[in-house]
Nanobody, 128 residues
Framework: QVHLVESGGASVQAGESLRLSCQIS????????MGWFRQAPGKEREGVAT???????RYRDSVKGRFTASEDNANKILYLEMNNLKPEDTAIYFC??????????????????????WGQGTQVTVSS
């Protein structure tokens, strides 16, 4: 059974940084997509950053240059380094995992339907 457990969420001031972690267990796909998603109150869930088994990353435009997704394959941990946080980054952040499809490149984007294992989320609150 796949388990994903996020940690690292906190309440911070605008401009500060946080690093989220996602401990993954039971996920054995050779070709995979790992992603960070977020959902703010009253808004739909949105993809924030994804990383595929080649280590290639993708980001939504609003976090490019501020957020960095990475993975520790040995320890099966997914990270999201968030710098220069803004109030609009306030949300519950979820990590997710799914099997990747090859479509000329790994089909890992922010479409949540491509991920079938999810963590419970961690709250990030950014005050101005």
């Amino acid at each position: 059974q796949v388990h994903l457990v996020e940690s690292g969420g906190a309440s911070v001031q605008a401009g500060e940084s946080l690093r989220l972690s996602c401990q993954i267990s039971g996920f054995t796909a050779r070709f995979y997509c790992m992603g960070w998603f977020r959902q703010a109150p009253g808004k739909e869930r949105e993809g924030v950053a994804t990383i595929d088994n080649d280590g290639d990353t993708r980001y939504r435009d609003s976090v490019k240059g501020r957020f960095t997704a990475s993975e520790d394959n040995a320890n099966k941990i997914l990270y999201l380094e968030m710098n220069n946080l803004k109030p609009e980054d306030t949300a519950i952040y979820f990590c997710a995992a799914g099997r990747a499809r090859w479509v000329g490149s790994w089909d890992c984007d922010g479409d949540g339907a491509k991920y079938n294992s999810w963590g419970q989320g961690t709250q990030v609150t950014v005050s101005s």
